[in-house]
């Protein structure tokens, strides 16, 4: 297998996110994904979402399938985490202003390559942040980023696959303890 250098824009097309102002915020509407919609590397929807309603939008709206990226927030250390959007029915939902949105032919393969060394050196260099500032990812810092990959879109299938059954399993046993944990809480009580 031989690998090549190739700019991440190459796998990844990003796009910023949705600015609005609190006037167009609604109890629904169209849904938009922010930073808390990303935990521990896992998309979720969550009861406080914000809703805008449809004449605020003036992106595309995501996909699943898609990776969120937070691209700005208060806490540096948050600035770069991603998961892949799932579960959300077509054309509900945009990604914030703080957040990027990525397209990708392998979103796992991707999404397996930001969990990677390169990814946490290029963020540890290039989010700005500290001292009450806050922390933000330049899209076009991320777009221009040198990166290594499989020459072959199979090997690269392969990976993705991989990363992917990896972490369903990782969230089954994740399950399977929680519900144990009821259980014992359940039998103490």
Same mark, same amino acid.
């Given at each position: 297998?031989?690998?090549?250098?190739?700019?991440?824009?190459?796998?990844?097309?990003?796009?910023? !996110?949705? #600015?609005?102002?609190?006037?167009?915020?609604?109890? @629904? =509407?169209?849904?938009?994904?922010? /930073?808390? &919609?990303?935990?521990?590397?896992?998309?979720?929807?969550?009861?406080?979402?914000?809703?805008? !309603?449809? #004449?605020?939008?003036?992106?595309?709206?995501?996909? @699943? =399938?898609?990776?969120?990226?937070? /691209?700005? &927030?208060?806490?540096?250390?948050?600035?770069?985490?991603?998961?892949?959007?799932?579960?959300?029915?077509?054309?509900?939902?945009?990604?914030?202003?703080?957040?990027?949105?990525?397209?990708?032919?392998?979103?796992?393969?991707?999404?397996?390559?930001?969990?990677?060394?390169?990814?946490?050196?290029?963020?540890?260099?290039?989010?700005?942040?500290?001292?009450?500032?806050?922390?933000?990812?330049?899209?076009?810092?991320?777009?221009?980023?040198?990166?290594?990959?499989?020459?072959?879109?199979?090997?690269?299938?392969?990976?993705?696959?991989?990363?992917?059954?990896?972490?369903?399993?990782?969230?089954?046993?994740?399950?399977?303890?929680?519900?144990?944990?009821?259980?014992?809480?359940?039998?103490?009580?």
């Amino acid at each position: 297998m031989t690998w090549e250098q190739r700019k991440f824009s190459e796998l990844v097309v990003t796009r910023r !996110g949705l #600015t609005y102002s609190p006037n167009d915020i609604r109890d @629904n =509407g169209v849904r938009v994904l922010r /930073s808390s &919609n990303i935990d521990e590397d896992r998309f979720s929807i969550n009861d406080d979402d914000v809703f805008v !309603g449809a #004449t605020a939008v003036n992106i595309p709206t995501v996909c @699943n =399938g898609d990776i969120l990226i937070t /691209s700005a &927030n208060g806490s540096s250390r948050l600035v770069g985490k991603h998961a892949i959007i799932d579960g959300i029915p077509d054309n509900t939902a945009v990604h914030g202003g703080f957040m990027l949105a990525g397209s990708a032919r392998n979103p796992y393969f991707a999404n397996a390559l930001m969990s990677s060394s390169w990814y946490q050196k290029f963020i540890n260099f290039f989010v700005a942040g500290g001292n009450g500032a806050i922390g933000n990812l330049n899209k076009n810092d991320l777009d221009e980023q040198l990166i290594m990959v499989p020459s072959e879109e199979e090997e690269q299938d392969t990976i993705g696959y991989y990363f992917r059954t990896l972490d369903s399993l990782i969230t089954l046993h994740q399950r399977a303890i929680k519900v144990q944990k009821r259980i014992i809480l359940w039998r103490i009580i």
